[in-house]
Structure formats: C-alpha cells, structure tokens
C-alpha cells in the first residue's frame, strides 16, 4: 500500500508566513473556512452553503454563504432550512437509543415482536432480524434495494413498503456484508411508532428537537412552519444549474444552528447543555460502536491514512490520521450534507448544501484535517477533478447513446401498440407504456417525475428519457418477448454509471398485466 505520510502538529504552524509556536494544530481560522467555502462554491458550482464548527463545545463558527436560490438571490443564513437527507439516520437511532433508555425496547429484540406483518424474503432471516440489522446494512440484500419505493419523489406508505421487503431477494447471506440501504430505516420508524405509540417524526420534534431547543427544524417536511426559511434544491444539467423539486418526505429538515446543537449534544456524550442527560452515556457510545465493517476505499487509505471503516447505529466509523472520526452524510435530490466529528479532539464539523455536489464532504474533511495535521488535504481539489471526470462521462454517455439512437432510422422490432400496457413488479408496482404524438411514453406509477419518452436503440431496446432533465438517470428499457411474438415483460438498467443507486431499475421484473 502506498500512502501518503503527512508530519502531524511537532510545535510550530506555518500561519501566512510567520512561524508560530503551537501546542497542536489550530486548525482553520475564520478567514481560511470562508476562503475555503467560497471556493468549493466557485469550483463545484454550489448556490448556497451554511457551515458550522464546533469546538470544546462552543460554537466557533456558524455562517450561511451564498444564495437560497439562483432564481430569488435570497441569502442563506445560520436559519436557513435544509434537507439533511441520510443524516435522518442518526435522529432515528437517537431516538430508539431514548426507548432503550426508558425500557420500551433492545437493540437486539426481534423485529417481529414490535411488528408481526414484518417479513424477509427467507423466513428464517425474518424471524432472525433485530432492531440492530436494521441499522447496520447487513440484510443481505443488495445496495439500495427498493429505493424506488421512496425515490425520487415516490411516497410508498411504510406498510407497503414492508409488504414488499418479502419480494425483494438477497444478495448475499445475512449479516455477511454492508450493501447500504434505505428501506430499513423505515422500518426501525414503524418500530419507535409502536414502542413509543406516536409518530416517529413527532416523537423526534418532542423528546428530541424540543429539549436541544433546535429552532424551525422538524422531522418531516410538510411540518416546516415557514417555507420561505427554506433553501431550493439545485441541479446540474449539462453544466448549467437548475432548480429542481423539493421532496417532500419524513425527513429532517433543519438550520445550521440547529445541526451545531445536535452535535452539541453527542460531542457531550447525550447530555443538553444544562448537563443534564438527554441520552444515557451508555446508549450514546453504543451508536459509535462498530458494527458492520467495510472496505476502506481507496481515497481514505491515500489521503486519511484509514485502516478500518464501519457502520455503527446510524453512523460510519473509520481511523483518520490516528483519530476515531465519526460521519455521516445526507443526499436528497438536489441537495447534500455531512456532518464528522473527532471525538477525541472534541470538534465536529457540519456542511449543508442546496446542490448535488461532493462540497459538503470535502468541506468537514478539509477542515477537520486542518486539527490533526499541519499539511490537510484540500478536498475540495480532490471533488474537482471528480466533477470533471462526472461530467465527461455524463457527456460520452449522451454523445454515444442518444446521437448515434436518436440518427438512426431502424424501426422497432414490433409495431408501437405492440409495446404498449401495464406492468407489473411484485415490490414496486406498476409501469406502464403508452402512446403519445406516435412516440412511446413510460409512466412509473409511484412517481410524477419518472415519466419520459422511449427513444428506440435497436430491436425491442429503448432509453427512457426523463422530461425531467435534473434526475440525470436515464435508463434503458428492453422489453421481453415470448414464444408468440409478444411482448411479456421488461428489465431495465440505468444508462450512465454515475447515477445514484436508489434509482435500483435493475431490481425490477416487469410483467406484462393482460387487461
């Protein structure tokens, strides 16, 4: 292995051109994190960022850059509202750590005995399944498994979507891998619904929100008091940012000054800041405690020096520079955010933002690397090179796929009517295909925005075309015929490598309905 060796803090810092003596490293002053975040804006193309330090406790930097929208000007602010994606995670396990606390459940109960309709494609996993599996990702089924139940704006209800977990297969055995996934926790908040006998998001705003005094955030979406305090969701098409829909989900949307308390609170190991216990010491480190274990990628061990990375109860875990660091990050469509901690250092930084980009991350690691080392990682250089190499292969993939397809004069295989129906999958549900202005239409049933023209490639193959041109994931659809002649099914892939994995088209088995 080749890594990248990095002297830690000896006693000095290099500080502009002065050498002055240090005990340990600084870390970035004020104007460095405004220098820093105004590039990673400039370079990744990011409207607005809100971005909070937090160290020994206190609040060394909290600030809103940019604008909430590209199409208003309106500024962000340390109250502006983001969607905080995936780092809902953390919010559900908090506060099943909160029941464990007050003896309405275990970690390791069987699911089934809080929900009995709950059921895994092998019934021995399904009696087997703890509150534990479902925050680990290790169900054995595949990374982003069923995520079009709830992606990009489905809005699948959790008993259906626990009554299509049985269809869903695996991948691998239980407990043998991490493959990420959504679904699960969906499931752990039927859990905190029947332990607690309330709403898992009100159950967040009540015993959670409240008490951190976590100003305008709310744990979904349709409770936000005043919209206006939002920011839009940004995305990139064809380099050229457009506003995108804003989803609306159980999900936390909350303020920088809000996401510096919550880290407030697990950098004070659960405890509010008059002292007193919010969650228990114990249920706090059992969050942090690894569970899943995972590949480090290569990006930790070149620039991290990471040996080890895993997944506890909502959160990630890996080795940064002889520290533990703990993270997890949130995506949404058309925003992202990251929120890491150094427990050891007492620090943690969060970044919000209202656009696709890799600016979030970049941002916490840049920053906390600035704390441990005298030589950190700029990041956001490295993000850089990753959108130039994103947006490459968006541009091959539209110049070998569409160009060459939509010049070509080949005819379908069948006549137009002959593709036209409803199918069906047993998790998802239905699709369906249609005509329109002689040019075949697909409809996903669950979703406004996955609607789209079929532009034919050869044979029975086609790409759908999103209208929607902010998704950036266009698919391919082939359609199955049978013995007759006629068109009995179809699978479909996306097109591009870089779309995001919770459009799982692969996963689909798509049966022709006959009506």
């Not at 160290?55 to 060394?60: G, L, M, T, W």
């Not at 956001?380 to 070998?400: H, L, V």
């Amino acid at each position: 292995m080749n890594y990248i060796k990095k002297s830690v803090c000896t006693g000095f810092i290099l500080l502009q051109t002065l050498l002055i003596p240090q005990a340990q490293c600084a870390g970035f002053n004020q104007n460095q994190v405004d220098s820093l975040v105004k590039k990673a804006q400039r370079e990744l193309n990011v409207p607005g960022v809100a971005l909070a330090i937090v160290k020994d406790n206190e609040v060394i930097h909290a600030k809103g850059y940019g604008v909430k929208s590209i199409n208003n000007g309106d500024l962000v602010d340390t109250g502006t509202l983001f969607q905080v994606g995936s780092i809902t995670k953390s919010f559900r396990t908090a506060a099943l750590a909160l029941l464990v606390d007050r003896n309405k459940l275990n970690w390791d109960d069987k699911v089934i005995d809080h929900l009995p309709n709950f059921q895994m494609y092998d019934p021995w996993v399904t009696r087997e399944f703890t509150i534990r599996d479902l925050l680990t990702h290790r169900s054995g089924l595949p990374l982003g498994a069923g995520d079009l139940l709830q992606w990009p704006d489905a809005k699948a209800t959790p008993d259906e979507i626990i009554a299509a977990l049985r269809f869903l297969k695996p991948q691998s055995s239980f407990r043998s891998q991490y493959a990420y996934d959504n679904l699960m926790y969906i499931v752990a908040a039927e859990v905190i619904r029947v332990a607690s006998g309330m709403p898992w998001d009100q159950f967040v705003d009540k015993e959670l929100l409240a008490p951190l005094d976590m100003e305008d955030c709310v744990a979904h979406s349709k409770r936000v008091a005043e919209p206006a305090l939002r920011a839009t969701p940004h995305m990139e098409v064809d380099g050229k940012l457009k506003t995108t829909f804003f989803k609306n989900a159980d999900l936390v949307n909350c303020n920088i000054k809000g996401m510096a308390k919550w880290a407030q609170m697990h950098l004070a190991q659960g405890k509010l800041p008059n002292g007193e216990p919010l969650i228990s010491i114990q249920q706090q480190q059992e969050m942090w405690r690894p569970v899943t274990l995972q590949q480090v990628s290569n990006l930790a061990k070149k620039y991290s020096q990471t040996h080890f990375q895993a997944y506890g109860l909502g959160w990630r875990l890996m080795d940064f520079h002889g520290h533990l660091h703990v993270s997890h990050g949130g995506a949404v469509q058309g925003m992202t955010s990251h929120m890491a901690f150094l427990p050891e250092k007492n620090i943690a930084v969060i970044a919000l933002t209202n656009q696709w980009s890799r600016a979030a991350q970049g941002l916490t690691a840049t920053i906390l690397e600035s704390y441990v080392t005298d030589q950190p990682t700029d990041y956001i250089d490295i993000y850089i090179e990753g959108r130039k190499r994103y947006a490459a292969m968006q541009k091959n993939t539209k110049t070998d796929k569409y160009k060459t397809t939509e010049a070509s004069k080949r005819p379908p295989t069948l006549s137009l009517d002959s593709y036209t129906g409803v199918f069906h999958d047993s998790w998802y549900g239905e699709v369906s295909i249609e005509i329109n202005d002689n040019a075949l239409l697909i409809n996903f049933s669950r979703s406004k925005a996955l609607t789209g023209k079929l532009i034919h490639i050869d044979g029975n193959r086609f790409i759908a075309k999103w209208t929607d041109r902010t998704l950036n994931a266009d698919a391919y659809v082939n359609f199955e015929v049978n013995f007759k002649g006629e068109v009995s099914g179809i699978k479909m892939k996306a097109v591009s490598r870089s779309t995001d994995f919770s459009y799982n088209f692969h996963d689909l088995n798509l049966k022709k309905l006959n009506k």
